[in-house]
């Protein structure tokens, strides 16, 4: 049996995985080369960090859409 890792990012299962500290809040992410390479945050860390630090701290994600998902609507990021 297989252990089936996803990726916090896209959620895609990947044959290797690498840990990475997010950008946005103190935590190590598993993501995949792909989205490590594009330099993507998992959209709910967006939304987490959003909500925790405000939406300036977010914001170039929010704009560049560096993440995989709908798109984060401002309501979202409020708490
Ligand atoms: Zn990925």
Not at 8 to 27: D, E, F, G, H, V
């Amino acid at each position: 049996m297989t252990e089936k890792i996803l990726c916090y990012s896209c959620n895609k299962t990947k044959n290797k995985l690498n840990a990475k500290r997010s950008s946005l809040l103190p935590i190590n992410l598993l993501m995949c080369e792909s989205c490590i390479n594009a330099k993507l945050e998992p959209r709910w860390i967006v939304i987490l960090s959003g909500r925790q630090n405000g939406m300036e701290h977010v914001r170039d994600f929010v704009l560049k859409k560096r993440y995989i998902g709908n798109e984060i609507s401002a309501s979202e990021l409020m708490v």
